[in-house]
């Protein structure tokens, strides 16, 4: 083969190619050595792919035995537990596979990662309605709450004095007077929890009231009406409060909270403001419009709250309400103040004790939205004075509807509204309150 290529060349070629072997030379160790080099990289690239077969054929292994370990498990779970009863075989398989489950979790989870949380106890927290909040302050925690309340209410009243000689002829007086009466209140709440289950609560509101008696007397010879305005400012009735979480509650599980309030009688006292009245109005002759001529801002009595509340989480909803009663400590040796510093004697007076029941539903919408829809009533007794019933006193029935909203503006802050319409003749037209809960 060699001779047949010199042949074609001939003479000059040979020439040539005798003249040429240091070029070629040159040219193929340069070749060689890139060759080699690039048998370097890929022997290389060889020996780790042969390392990562190496460890996926024993990972491979492992686990084969691992699952062949399981099945004997299984099979003499299932031999040990034929002939038992009905079911057996199925419960015994269902443990067989939870138990490779958790063996399967156990292997791949080198280490755990992260902490569970703790399981909170606390009531689920909905939009407050009443006055009794739902969800419990944690120990060690603060929360500051101000809030403000505005109340407005109307009625008419007319009073008949003299008799009739037929059904449609009156002799005497037909007093026609209406009432509007404006309440605003603001007040800062504090409470804390002494333990997980245990709360406090202090309340000191500020009252502004304000009404307006419109009245018209008619078989007078005038029907002029006479209007009559009064109002009142001043520190209220400052608010004590504890409550203590019953049970341990949960999903499908009813929570139950004791509570009890105190009410004092920080307030300017209805007795002590004046009666527009003079000398003759002890007795029965009355002379002047019997109003008071500035309005109270407290009770003028100490009173005492016992209550229970109860919170069912039903997902996506909670149910709740509350039972109470409100018992009026009595007053001896009362007296009100009338035109130039008259004291006019009263003697004891006991208001009527309060029966009281809520209940209610809320509602979250989205993780920082809930909405809550309730319905409040109160049964005020008669008032009793010197151990009889005062005359014209019933006994009395407040209804309120109320809707209330809540928006978590951030993990320690929160908006509450609530709007509530009576629905008896002697509960206020409307109310509406704003509360701030801010947590520390």
């Given at each position: 083969?060699?001779?047949?290529?010199?042949?074609?060349?001939?003479?000059?070629?040979?020439?040539?190619?005798?003249?040429?072997?240091?070029?070629?030379?040159?040219?193929?160790?340069?070749?060689?050595?890139?060759?080699?080099?690039?048998?370097?990289?890929?022997?290389?690239?060889?020996?780790?792919?042969?390392?990562?077969?190496?460890?996926?054929?024993?990972?491979?292994?492992?686990?084969?035995?691992?699952?062949?370990?399981?099945?004997?498990?299984?099979?003499?779970?299932?031999?040990?537990?034929?002939?038992?009863g009905?079911?057996?075989?199925?419960?015994?398989?269902?443990?067989?596979?939870?138990?490779?489950?958790?063996?399967?979790?156990?292997?791949?989870?080198?280490?755990?990662?992260?902490?569970?949380?703790?399981?909170?106890?606390?009531?689920?927290?909905?939009?407050?309605?009443?006055?009794?909040?739902?969800?419990?302050?944690?120990?060690?925690?603060?929360?500051?709450?101000?809030?403000?309340?505005?109340?407005?209410?109307?009625?008419?009243?007319?009073?008949?004095?003299?008799?009739?000689?037929?059904?449609?002829?009156?002799?005497?007086?037909?007093?026609?007077?209406?009432?509007?009466?404006?309440?605003?209140?603001?007040?800062?709440?504090?409470?804390?929890?002494?333990?997980?289950?245990?709360?406090?609560?202090?309340?000191?509101?500020?009252?502004?009231?304000?009404?307006?008696?419109?009245?018209?007397?008619?078989?007078?010879?005038?029907?002029?009406?006479?209007?009559?305005?009064?109002?009142?400012k001043?520190?209220?009735?400052?608010?004590?409060?504890?409550?203590?979480?019953?049970n341990?509650?949960?999903?499908?599980?009813?929570?139950?909270?004791?509570?009890?309030?105190?009410?004092?009688?920080?307030?300017?006292?209805?007795?002590?403001?004046?009666?527009?009245?003079?000398?003759?109005?002890?007795?029965?002759?009355?002379?002047?419009?019997?109003?008071?001529?500035?309005?109270?801002?407290?009770?003028?009595?100490?009173?005492?709250?016992?209550?229970?509340?109860w919170?069912?989480?039903?997902?996506?909803?909670?149910?709740f309400?509350?039972?109470?009663?409100?018992?009026?400590?009595?007053?001896s040796?009362?007296?009100?103040?009338i035109?130039?510093?008259?004291?006019?004697?009263?003697?004891?007076?006991?208001?009527?004790?309060?029966?009281?029941?809520?209940?209610?539903?809320?509602?979250?919408?989205?993780?920082?939205?809930?909405?809550?829809?309730?319905?409040?009533?109160s049964?005020?007794?008669?008032?009793?004075?010197?151990?009889?019933?005062?005359?014209?006193?019933v006994?009395?029935?407040?209804?309120?509807?109320?809707?209330?909203?809540?928006?978590?503006?951030?993990?320690?802050?929160?908006?509450?509204?609530?709007?509530?319409?009576?629905?008896?003749?002697?509960?206020?037209?409307?109310s509406?309150s704003?509360?701030?809960?801010?947590?520390?």
């Amino acid at each position: 083969m060699h001779g047949k290529i010199v042949a074609r060349l001939g003479g000059a070629g040979l020439t040539a190619l005798l003249l040429a072997p240091p070029v070629f030379a040159q040219q193929d160790g340069q070749s060689m050595q890139q060759m080699e080099e690039t048998l370097k990289k890929l022997q290389s690239a060889l020996d780790d792919q042969r390392a990562l077969v190496e460890q996926l054929s024993g990972e491979v292994r492992m686990q084969r035995e691992q699952l062949r370990a399981m099945q004997r498990g299984s099979t003499e779970l299932l031999a040990s537990q034929r002939g038992t009863g009905p079911g057996s075989a199925a419960q015994a398989q269902g443990e067989a596979q939870g138990q490779a489950q958790v063996q399967m979790q156990s292997q791949s989870a080198q280490q755990a990662v992260g902490k569970a949380p703790a399981k909170d106890g606390r009531p689920p927290e909905i939009a407050p309605l009443f006055e009794q909040p739902g969800v419990l302050t944690q120990k060690g925690k603060y929360v500051l709450e101000p809030a403000l309340q505005f109340g407005y209410s109307s009625s008419n009243r007319v009073a008949l004095v003299g008799y009739t000689i037929i059904p449609a002829l009156l002799i005497g007086l037909i007093d026609v007077r209406e009432i509007k009466r404006n309440t605003f209140t603001a007040s800062l709440s504090g409470r804390t929890g002494l333990s997980n289950r245990l709360e406090v609560e202090v309340k000191v509101p500020y009252v502004y009231r304000s009404d307006a008696t419109v009245s018209r007397e008619i078989f007078t010879g005038t029907a002029v009406e006479r209007a009559f305005d009064t109002s009142g400012k001043a520190l209220g009735d400052v608010e004590l409060a504890a409550r203590y979480q019953l049970n341990d509650g949960g999903a499908n599980k009813p929570y139950y909270i004791g509570g009890l309030r105190l009410k004092s009688r920080t307030g300017r006292d209805p007795f002590d403001v004046v009666t527009d009245c003079t000398r003759r109005c002890i007795g029965e002759n009355v002379t002047g419009t019997g109003l008071p001529l500035e309005l109270p801002t407290g009770s003028g009595f100490y009173s005492l709250q016992p209550s229970l509340t109860w919170l069912f989480p039903s997902d996506p909803a909670i149910f709740f309400g509350s039972v109470s009663y409100i018992h009026t400590i009595k007053r001896s040796n009362v007296s009100r103040l009338i035109l130039e510093g008259v004291r006019e004697p009263i003697g004891e007076l006991e208001p009527g004790g309060v029966i009281g029941f809520n209940f209610g539903m809320g509602l979250a919408l989205n993780e920082k939205t809930s909405l809550s829809l309730g319905y409040d009533h109160s049964t005020l007794a008669r008032v009793r004075q010197n151990g009889a019933p005062v005359p014209g006193s019933v006994r009395t029935q407040l209804g309120t509807l109320l809707i209330g909203y809540s928006y978590r503006l951030s993990d320690k802050r929160t908006v509450n509204v609530s709007i509530g319409a009576g629905v008896t003749r002697d509960t206020p037209d409307v109310s509406l309150s704003v509360r701030v809960p801010m947590s520390f």
